[in-house]
């Protein structure tokens, strides 16, 4: 094999600072899953099988809604198809940045470390990357993702009620603080979050809307709102990274 | 939201499966198969909207039923929103939030 630009070691060492920031995250995550009645080893094992925030918090919501079976599972697998769309994206993106030893084995094995951060941090490397680099800047984020997870479940269990709702909270105050800083800086940002929040209410507050699901109701008010957006406010070419600014060190959105 | 869940072992592990196959499907086909940009400026500027807009609605109105009453997750929420707003990190925000949400709880259980 051909002489990558990077090394193993070096990923480990750009993955340490993603992989403490998934802790939080991945402890809210956590906590979310006891909530909806979920053992510590369930919520782990969904972590280490999905590493996503979003689609997993949308996944645990669904699973708590005990919808019909079929039903159930066609929301879930629409859901996450769409939650998740951006995956996609970064892939096709990231493919570009990808030196020669990214066989099809190896696209298969690490296409599961691709998340926001990951790809935001592998695709803006000097030279392209290779294998090893990349299955080293897998490494911390993924053992974060799965403690964090863990340690926010256990502690869901050992903590009352009233407690463990407040920090169901975290998880939110993390999504609003991931939404907040670029609907500030482009309005395309802001009114897609604008509308699907407006969306969302309406589906949940006006009684003509129950017979949509709520993970029903999630898809239609996100891929709605993302696409008028995306007719008003087009972005600009290659520009298809989530944005990820980390003041210190925190801003994660697996 | 908080309690006991419904649902037999068999069901949840079919969930669980389903979730994990098709959020792994998702990334590993287009990684694999796909080695050219994506042209389309609207399904370029449409994927880099969702995940905002799935975010936005998945917080809202859900996080004002989060906790054990409606004034402590307002509370919580309008600090999110004020601390996010001045960039404060996801760890202060989150912290912020759930402590506030505290507080207001252990006061409204201390005056009730």
């Known amino acids: 094999m051909k002489k990558q630009a990077y090394t193993f070691r070096e990923g480990l060492r750009d993955g340490v600072p993603i992989g403490l920031g998934y802790l939080s995250v991945s402890f809210g995550i956590g906590i979310a899953a006891v909530a909806v009645g979920l053992s510590p080893l369930v919520a782990l094992i969904i972590s280490m099988t999905n590493e996503t925030s979003a689609g997993q918090k949308a996944g645990l919501d669904l699973i708590a809604d005990c919808l019909p079976l079929a039903e159930g599972i066609i929301t879930m697998i629409l859901s996450q198809l769409v939650i998740n769309l951006r995956y996609s994206l970064m892939g096709i993106s990231l493919s570009q940045r990808l030196d020669s030893s990214f066989t099809t084995p190896w696209r298969m094995l690490l296409s599961f470390s691709i998340t926001d951060e990951i790809f935001a941090v592998a695709s803006t490397k000097k030279e392209k990357v290779g294998v090893y680099y990349f299955a080293g800047l897998g490494c911390i984020p993924y053992i974060g993702w799965a403690a964090g997870t863990l340690l926010g479940a256990l502690a869901g269990t050992l903590l009352p009620e009233m407690v463990r709702g407040c920090l169901g909270l975290m998880l939110y105050g993390m999504f609003i603080a991931i939404i907040i800083p670029p609907a500030r800086r482009e309005r395309g940002v802001l009114f897609a979050v604008c509308l699907a929040v407006a969306l969302s209410c309406v589906f949940y507050f006006i009684p003509l809307f129950d017979f949509l699901s709520d993970g029903l109701a999630l898809i239609i008010a996100a891929v709605a709102s993302a696409a008028v957006a995306a007719l008003l406010f087009p972005v600009a070419a290659p520009h298809e990274d989530v944005e990820t600014p980390a003041p210190d060190g925190g801003e994660v959105n697996a | ?112």
């Open chain 2, 1 to 112: 939201m908080n309690g006991e869940l419904n649902m037999s072992i068999g069901h949840l592990a079919l969930y669980l499966a389903v979730m994990a196959l098709v959020t792994y499907l998702i990334r590993m086909i287009p990684f694999t198969l796909f080695r050219k940009e994506i042209k389309s400026a609207f399904f370029r500027s449409f994927l880099a909207y969702v995940p905002y807009a799935v975010l936005g609605a998945m917080t809202f109105p859900s996080i004002f039923f989060a906790t054990a009453s409606l004034p402590s997750a307002i509370a919580g929420t309008v600090v999110a929103l004020i601390l996010a707003f001045f960039r404060r990190s996801l760890l202060t925000v989150a912290v912020g939030a759930s402590g506030t949400a505290l507080i207001v709880e252990l006061l409204l259980g201390f005056f009730s």
